[in-house]
């Protein structure tokens, strides 16, 4: 698409009500695809024999293996076959339908991505990456854009004030989980070409034989973009981007029940840059990001299981322009971390999980300062099944932070069942906090080394009801959560200072149809109020209303589609001015024939004018088209 059309045709205020046709139009073909689908099903039923849904475990909620029915927090989990039929470019891109998440780009690809959970900023929300912290100790957020799905199995998105996990899990977390080898081994091939020159190549090997197991894979991609920003009535250039990401996983099982894995993922993203509000022809940025995760598990005996890991995670973030100074910088963040779980099994309806851990932040920005900070860490956590269908934990944590003191949070949770399990309340109240960031305590004349942590106090209790055999689900959940000791820049002192309070609550809806595995119709809405308590104003960027839908189908044993929606609405901006809303719609398509499968994507499906950040263009309907190849 002619990016300078793009530019020129997006300004704010135009198209209401065209998005909303539009947005009824994407409803409606995502709701019709199940019917679909059963239809398909039934007429195919002699080719395709279709498996048996196995009830889903979750293990971030207690840091332990549990059935999603005995989890009382909320959390939504994201599994290997909805990866594959989505068949998304990065994990952002599957972010964008989770109840209660919000996602925004600052322009195409490889551009700045912030995840925002129930209200709360990119900094408040802890990522996880096989186990290892990755938010920035510098600038706090995980930039998603350069995290992309390949080789990548399972991710947890849990909801709310996490105390077990310390500082950043304020709003949740976010854990992602690299892909484990099978037995026997598979290699996969994938090649995808598209619009503003797309190219995607990915090779992978995984298997497992004996006590082994193993998962490798590269990818590498390219694309001229779009330009960063909008100028108005100006000629524009892209502003391409480019990604390697390299992952692997190797595992081992020893002495009957122990195993032991180590899996390290590695990326570097290269990217041009415009200035603000101004093309600029050589600023560009560079990071790239390694992490290890070694992981070590032992019975000790029938009641005690034993578990080590050890973590290291560090990033760069380079920029240069020969064209003026404020554009190069050198920005590195490293975390080292080393935890220790015991899991004692107190009597057959009684777990308790003790935890020690150890963290080593170090941050640095060239010619401003170089820092580290020790973190140590404890918890202790009981899980407690007071009859079949009522399951209780709590938690308490202390951290210990060498610049700002001790902070103490807890946690409490109760999945209570009724009606053979068709029936479900689910409740937790926790408290959590953010230690200050190495800009808000070191950066020159603004940084203030004596800062307070923020913190965060809230709860969530919801209602699920399956009705009957249908394979219907439904789940209300509220939420509220207040923020104190915000650290914000204050104007009286011109540093950054404990200044802030704010809160956020409301509701986030699902229904979910699923009536076998091959066949899922999943509809969420998130109602989310938040407010600056200093100027009873929302908080930016933040929207009101979250729509999303996601349809997969598979009506025979070859073909598969998935149809992706979100219509976002009732958003403001940093300064106060209202925001369109905007409706996204993604499509995946594939045909499976013997070990090959072509494929197609098409993104941005309505080819909607939007800016998830004022300013910031976003890419029009983006065609992609490709093969993957299996050999067993």
Request: no cysteine.
């Amino acid at each position: 698409m002619n990016n300078k059309r793009r530019s020129e045709s997006v300004r704010p205020g135009h198209g209401a009500r065209r998005r909303n046709r539009r947005w009824i139009h994407a409803v409606t073909a995502t709701m019709l695809a199940a019917p679909a689908a059963v239809a398909g099903q039934q007429s195919d039923e002699a080719e395709h024999e279709t498996p048996v849904i196995a009830e889903e475990i979750v293990v971030s909620a207690n840091r332990y293996e549990a059935p999603a029915s005995e989890v009382g927090s909320s959390v939504t989990v994201i599994a290997a076959e909805e990866i594959e039929r989505r068949n998304p470019v990065a994990v952002f891109d599957l972010l964008r339908t989770v109840p209660g998440t919000e996602v925004t780009q600052t322009g195409g690809p490889g551009k700045i991505v912030t995840v925002r959970m129930r209200g709360g900023s990119g900094a408040q929300a802890l990522v996880l990456v096989d186990g290892v912290r990755v938010n920035s100790v510098v600038g706090g957020t995980v930039d998603f854009a350069h995290l992309l799905a390949a080789n990548i199995e399972r991710i947890e998105v849990l909801r709310g004030p996490q105390a077990t996990y310390g500082s950043e899990a304020m709003t949740g977390v976010i854990s992602i989980t690299t892909g484990r080898g099978l037995p026997g081994w598979r290699l996969n091939a994938t090649g995808e070409a598209g619009t503003h020159n797309h190219r995607r190549f990915e090779l992978g090997l995984l298997g497992a034989a004996g006590p082994w197991d193993y998962s490798v894979s590269g990818t590498d991609l390219s694309t001229d973009g779009v330009s960063h920003r909008v100028i108005e009535g100006g000629a524009v250039e892209d502003d391409p981007y480019e990604n390697r990401t390299y992952s692997t996983r190797l595992g081992a099982a020893f002495l009957d029940d122990g195993r032991i894995d180590l899996r390290v993922r590695s990326y570097r993203g290269d990217n041009a840059l415009d200035g603000f509000g101004l093309e600029d022809l050589n600023a560009t940025a560079a990071q790239d990001e390694d992490t290890v995760a070694l992981a070590v598990e032992k019975n000790l005996g029938s009641f005690w299981r034993q578990t080590l890991r050890v973590g290291r995670t560090e990033a760069t973030l380079l920029g240069a322009d020969p064209d003026t100074v404020w554009n190069n910088y050198e920005i590195r963040s490293a975390i080292r971390q080393i935890d220790l779980q015991s899991d004692i099994t107190l009597a057959a309806d009684n777990l308790l999980n003790i935890g020690l851990s150890s963290e080593n932040r170090r941050g640095r920005s060239v010619g401003t300062f170089d820092e580290e900070a020790d973190l140590d860490s404890w918890f202790v956590q009981d899980q407690w099944a007071a009859t079949a269908d009522l399951h209780l934990t709590a938690a308490v944590r202390g951290d210990d932070h060498s610049a700002f003191g001790s902070e103490t949070s807890g946690r409490v949770t109760v999945s209570g069942a009724w009606s053979e399990g068709r029936g479900r309340l689910h409740a937790s109240y926790g408290s959590a906090f953010r230690a200050p960031t190495f800009n808000e305590l070191y950066f020159p004349f603004s940084g203030d080394p004596n800062l307070l942590p923020e913190t965060a106090e809230g709860y969530d209790i919801g209602v699920e009801q399956r009705l009957g055999d249908s394979g219907v689900t439904l789940d209300l959940t509220w939420f509220d959560i207040d923020f104190d000791e915000l650290i914000d820049f204050d104007l009286a002192s011109f540093t950054f200072g404990n200044v802030a309070r704010a809160s956020t609550n409301g509701a986030e809806f699902r229904l979910r149809y699923r009536p076998n595995i091959d066949y899922s119709l999943e509809f969420s809405h998130t109602y989310n109020r938040t407010q600056d308590e200093a100027t009873g104003n929302p908080l930016a960027r933040r929207p009101k209303n979250r729509t999303t839908a996601v349809a997969q189908v598979r009506p025979t044993e070859r073909f598969a589609a998935a149809l992706m929606a979100a219509f976002v609405s009732d958003r403001i901006d940093s300064d106060g001015g209202v925001m369109d809303d905007y409706t996204k719609v993604d499509v995946h398509l594939s045909y499976e024939w013997r070990s090959i499968r072509p494929f197609a994507r098409i993104e941005n499906l309505l080819d909607e004018d939007y800016f998830e950040v004022p300013g910031f263009v976003t890419p029009g309907r983006t065609i992609v088209v490709g093969v993957r190849l299996q050999r067993r």
